[in-house]
Nanobody, 113 residues
Framework: VQVVQSGGGLAQPGGSLHLTCAAS?????????MGWYRQAPDKSREWVAI?????HYADSVKGRFAIFRDGAKNAINLTMNRLRPDDTAVYYC?????????WGQGTQVTVSS
């Protein structure tokens, strides 16, 4: 199983960025949990959002971030709106298959004026 991320970059406070995550290497991704964690400098990894039977978000991003799942492409997109400096982190995509997590390579998101 491979998980490949793209997107991210630099945004000003209040701006938007977009992340994409695509999984490959299996034919049974449909319906499996996929989502995002993030890790800011000198902080532990923090859960951000997940899509399984529905979409669920951490309180810190609820109302600002949104997941869209493209089942045909085994991919999820994360749209991040009204970004804040404390959203700055490396974002990691994952897919959960039974008890195992498969991770993307990580994508830097920086929010700064």
């Amino acid at each position: 199983v491979q998980v490949v991320q793209s997107g991210g970059g630099l945004a000003q406070p209040g701006g938007s960025l977009h992340l994409t995550c695509a999984a490959s290497g299996s034919s049974i991704f449909s319906g499996l949990p996929m989502g995002w964690y993030r890790q800011a400098p000198d902080k532990s990894r923090e859960w951000v959002a997940i899509h399984s039977t529905g979409s669920h978000y951490a309180d810190s991003v609820k109302g600002r971030f949104a997941i869209f799942r493209d089942g045909a492409k085994n991919a999820i997109n994360l749209t991040m709106n009204r970004l804040r400096p404390d959203d700055t982190a490396v974002y990691y995509c994952f897919i959960q298959i039974t008890s195992r997590y498969f991770w993307g390579q990580g994508t830097q998101v920086t929010v700064s004026s």
